[in-house]
C-alpha cells in the first residue's frame, strides 16, 4: 500500500521539476532570440562601432557590445535624463555601410571667451549615414546633419541636458568588422552622452 502512494508522488515531483528545466529553459531561450545576430547587411542599417559607449542607468558607461537585453540605461525627456530598458541587442557582422564621423562642440562656447572658460575636446559621435540622432528641430540621420544643428548631450558631472552644436560632418569616416544598434523601451539612448534614436 506504501509503495503505490511513493510511486506516483515521485512521478509528480519528477514531472514539477522537468517542467520547470523547460519553462527555464524556454526563458532563457526567448532571451537569448532579442539578441539579433545579422550577417546581411544593407546600406540602410543603422549601428554603431562595438567600442560606442553607451550611459547606463547608475551613470556609468558600458561598450555597446557589452549591453544585454533587460539592462536599464539612461536617455533624456524633455530636457531630463530618465531610464529606459534594452530590449533588443542587434550586431551586425562585417556590416556594408561606412560609418559616418561628427565632431559636436558646446554651444556655449562661441558666446564665451576662450580666457574665462577652457577649451572643451570636440566630441566625436560615429553611426551609420542613416541613423537617427535628436536635434533641436527634430530627428535627423546623421548624413543630413550639417553645421551648427544642435544636438542633447547628458552631462554626468550634473545630471542635466546641455545643446552641442555639429562643428564637422565626415562621410566615410571608416568601416568596422562588427557593429551593434540597441531597440529600447523609450525609443532613444545615450551614445558617448548624446542623445541617438533606435529607430
Known amino acids: 500500500m506504501r509503495k ?32 539579433k545576430v545579422i550577417s546581411s547587411t544593407k546600406k540602410e542599417d543603422k549601428y554603431f562601432c562595438a567600442n560606442a559607449a553607451v550611459t547606463m542607468a547608475d551613470g556609468t558607461v558600458k561598450p555597446i557590445r557589452e549591453v544585454k537585453v533587460g539592462e536599464k540605461v539612461k536617455t533624456c525627456h524633455k530636457g531630463k535624463s530618465i531610464e529606459t530598458e534594452v530590449k533588443e541587442v542587434e ?9 559616418t564621423a561628427v565632431y559636436l562642440r558646446p554651444v556655449h562656447e562661441s558666446s564665451v571667451s576662450k580666457e574665462s572658460w577652457p577649451l572643451v575636446p570636440a566630441l566625436l559621435l560615429e553611426a551609420t549615414p542613416h541613423h ?42 571608416r568601416k568596422v568588422a562588427t557593429a551593434y544598434n540597441l531597440t529600447t523601451e523609450d525609443g532613444s539612448y545615450l551614445v558617448e552622452n548624446v542623445l541617438v534614436s533606435n529607430n
Do not use: C, R
Open 132 to 173: 537617427q540622432v535628436q536635434t533641436k528641430k527634430g530627428n535627423k540621420t546623421m548624413k543630413q546633419l550639417s553645421k551648427n544643428d544642435v544636438l542633447y548631450h547628458y552631462e554626468p558631472s550634473t545630471g542635466k541636458v546641455s545643446s552641442w552644436k555639429v562643428g564637422i560632418v565626415q562621410a566615410n569616416a
Open 91 to 99: 550586431v551586425y557582422a562585417n556590416p556594408d555601410a561606412a560609418l
Open 4 to 35: 503505490t502512494i511513493i510511486i506516483p508522488f515521485l512521478s509528480l515531483l519528477s514531472f514539477a521539476v522537468l517542467a520547470q528545466t523547460e519553462n527555464g529553459q524556454t526563458a532563457l531561450f526567448k532571451k537569448e532570440v532579442k539578441q
